[in-house]
């Protein structure tokens, strides 16, 4: 087959086909698992910048995504929704830059937050990942493109040029890489008690908390142990979340536990997309996003494309 091969149907891949296939181009996935069984499946997700190094190209990928997700809320089939939060901040040095690809954001007022707390309140894309996914890859194969599942061993020949969107598995596709590794994140989701505002306390000193609500669940998190590839579920680990999400979020107290998760973040030092040198055809990477690959998804597909080139 000739055309592009992207290589991974996680939000990534989802996402660089897409603009790939708009730009004109005969694009082919190969994916060993589709997105809901892949890392992207577990995220909870809202747009921010977690777990990922905020230079100028990320937070211009950042702003990119939020616009497109801002467009896609407009419609509810594809389970965007724009939802207002609150990110804590328990140091004076907290790193803000990532507002710049905010459009309305502002000072929360310390009376609601815990002792000693500052924050930022704004308005965010929450993605219902479950419905998300499923339109994309549905938006996906209406654009023509054909999904298929394989277990990709080394980099297809049948092609005119291969995109690397294999998150953290990207870096043994490519052989040329040692700066990627996984971020390990338990979650456990609980009934909504009502709830549609969420809120990320990154720097609790008990560990990392985050509650965002969704249609149907609440999902609790979590963890961000470097280096770690152990996807089974700590009971432990889950009672320390269920400890500071209740903590920040009293009504949470004593909700159904309706389903757990635990999804590798695929890191890096930094965000890779660039061109490939050393292959017999075109190659390119798309991957290293860490705790951030929905909220760089947009932005960074669009890189790809332009890299590409039209087809
Ligand atoms: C607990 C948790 C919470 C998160 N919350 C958020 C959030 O709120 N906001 C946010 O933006 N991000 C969040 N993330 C991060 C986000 O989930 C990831 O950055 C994103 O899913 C990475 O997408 P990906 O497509 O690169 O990788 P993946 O979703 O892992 O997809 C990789 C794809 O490549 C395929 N693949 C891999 N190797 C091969 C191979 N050899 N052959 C064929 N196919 C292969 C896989 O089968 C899969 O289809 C969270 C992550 C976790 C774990």
Not at 11 to 22: C, D, K, P, R, T
Request: hydrophobic share 40%.
């Amino acid at each position: 087959m000739a055309g592009v091969t992207v290589v991974g149907a996680g939000v990534i891949g989802l996402s660089v086909a897409h603009e790939l296939a708009g730009a004109g181009h005969r694009v082919r996935i190969l994916a060993a698992q589709d997105a809901a069984a892949s890392t992207s499946g577990v995220a909870a997700a809202i747009w921010f910048p977690h777990d990922v190094q905020r230079s100028g190209s990320v937070l211009d990928s950042a702003a990119v995504t939020y616009k497109r997700f801002e467009e896609l809320a407009g419609d509810p089939r594809t389970g965007v929704a724009m939802r207002a939060g609150t990110v804590l901040s328990r140091r004076t040095d907290a790193d803000h830059s990532w507002t710049r690809a905010v459009p309305h954001h502002e000072p929360a007022d310390p009376a609601g937050l815990p002792g000693g707390a500052g924050g930022v309140r704004c308005t965010v894309p929450l993605i219902q990942t479950d419905v998300y996914l499923a339109w994309l890859r549905a938006e996906v194969e209406a654009r023509g493109v054909e999904i298929r599942t394989a277990e990709v061993r080394s980099l297809p020949e049948d092609c005119d040029a291969v995109v690397v969107a294999a998150g953290l598995r990207s870096a043994e596709l490519l052989g040329d890489d040692d700066q990627a590794y996984p971020i390990r994140g338990q979650v456990v989701r609980l009934a909504n008690p009502g709830l549609t505002e969420w809120i990320t306390d990154e720097d609790n000193p008990e560990g990392l908390a985050y509650v965002v609500p969704r249609r149907h669940d609440v999902v609790c998190g979590g963890t961000g142990e470097a280096g770690s590839w152990d996807r089974t579920v700590d009971p432990e680990v889950e009672a320390g979340i269920l400890r500071r999400v209740t903590a920040l979020v009293p009504e949470l107290a004593g909700q159904p536990i309706l389903s757990r998760g635990v999804g590798l973040r695929p890191a890096r030092s930094t965000v890779r997309v660039e061109a490939v040198p050393g292959h017999s055809r075109p190659v390119f990477a798309c991957y290293g996003h860490g705790g951030a690959g929905f909220t760089l998804s947009w932005g960074d597909a669009a890189r790809v494309a332009a890299l590409i080139g039209a087809g």
